[in-house]
């Protein structure tokens, strides 16, 4: 599975747009990208994924880049409850190993 | 649905105690699999499984032994448990491998 970097740490206004960035410069062909996010002392939560068309749901946007080679996450109104660490996986499709979740960036949302 | 459920949530064991961490989800899901998290790592894959009747070792499956006999159920045992085990425990699960997965709130063990 690709490498992915993320920035460690970012801060949002709530009720603000909270884009997270996340470089896979060396993603492959048949890689999704996946976006899994942490609330302090809480099982890790499933937000969205895509392949190359962007993607939406209820709980937020994923923007990937024609190239591929990154992606943002955007939570279009963040709330306290937003704060935590959010992951960017890559991984192919159907693989049954590790998902590698790396450090991931803390988001804090701020009143 | 209950999703995934995990019991205990807390456990402390001495030092050579064996226990089992119960997992177990109502979705039909074939795929399962448990984490260890361990401060500021990341989630390490310990054993998964794709269906009943199949499991396979992960990154750090020394230690631990996994059985799968029913679709709902995924337990992880810890043979003689060692303070290295110390540790949140994770369970999760998915429609099929490679799908989302869906976490359990986990298990948080203290081996003294």
């Known amino acids: 599975d690709a490498k992915t970097t993320q920035p460690t740490s970012m801060d949002c206004a709530e009720g603000r747009a909270a884009n997270l960035p996340c470089n896979h410069s060396?993603?492959?062909?048949?890689?999704?990208v996946y976006w899994y996010r942490q609330i302090h002392s809480q099982g890790p939560q499933y937000i969205i994924h895509?392949?190359?068309n962007n993607e939406t749901n209820e709980m937020a946007s994923l923007i990937i880049t024609e190239d591929r080679k990154s992606s943002t996450l955007i939570l279009p109104h963040a709330t306290l409850r937003d704060t935590a660490v959010y992951y960017c996986?890559?991984?192919?499709?159907?693989?049954?190993?590790?998902?590698?979740f790396g450090k991931g960036t803390k988001l804090s949302v701020k009143p | 649905n209950a999703g995934v459920t995990q019991t205990p949530k807390f456990q402390v064991l001495k030092t050579g105690q064996s226990m089992t961490l119960q997992c177990a989800q109502d979705?039909?899901?074939?795929?399962m699999s448990w984490y260890r998290q361990d401060p500021g790592m990341g989630l390490r894959l310990i054993h998964y499984?794709?269906?009943?009747?199949?499991?396979d070792q992960g990154e750090v499956p020394n230690g631990y032994n996994v059985s799968r006999s029913t679709t709902e159920d995924f337990p992880l045992r810890l043979l003689s448990a060692a303070p290295s085990q110390t540790s949140v425990y994770f369970c999760?699960?998915?429609?099929?491998?490679?799908?989302?997965?869906?976490f359990g709130p986990g298990t948080r063990l203290t081996v003294t």
């Open positions: 999760a699960s998915s429609y099929r491998a490679g799908d989302e997965q869906y």
């Open positions: 060396t993603i492959s062909g048949n890689e999704y």
């Open positions: 895509g392949l190359k």
């Open positions: 996986i890559v991984r192919v499709a159907g693989s049954q190993g590790n998902l590698i």
């Open positions: 979705m039909n899901h074939e795929y």
């Open positions: 499984s794709v269906g009943a009747g199949i499991t």
